[in-house]
């Protein structure tokens, strides 16, 4: 079931994405995110740290953990999900499609 996205007024949100270490490197190079050498037009990020951890975990190839805080805006660029791996995001993750939209919308990154 999607349900509707909570709703971004004025400010910022924070987001969470597990990533490899290519996609860590780019960001870490550039401060925004690419579609990298094998582009799946889609960036997903859960809406909580541990959630985003526990996700990491089962998934021995991601590296590091890059949260990104966003102008809210941003958010009602992507789509909002509880049906994606929803035994681990049971916050909801929020799927982008349009880089530039998130990219021209960061605020600040910090890596766990």
């Known amino acids: 079931m999607t349900r509707k996205k909570p ?15 290519p996609e860590r490197a780019s960001i870490m190079a550039t401060g925004k995110f690419s579609w ?3 582009p799946t037009f889609m960036k997903q990020f859960g809406r909580d740290l ?15 953990i890059v949260e990104v ?12 999900s509880t049906n994606i791996d929803a035994h681990i995001f049971r916050s909801g993750v929020y ?3 349009q880089l530039d939209i998130l990219n021209g919308a960061i605020q600040s990154l910090r890596w766990y």
Do not use: M
């Open 69 to 80: 805080v966003v102008a809210s805006h941003a958010a009602r660029g992507a789509h909002f």
């Open 50 to 64: 541990e959630e985003v951890r526990a996700f990491a975990a089962a998934n021995s190839d991601c590296t590091a």
């Open 7 to 21: 709703a971004p007024s004025t400010g910022t949100i924070t987001l969470y994405r597990a990533v490899e270490e």
């Open 95 to 97: 799927t982008f499609n």
């Open 36 to 38: 990298g050498p094998l």
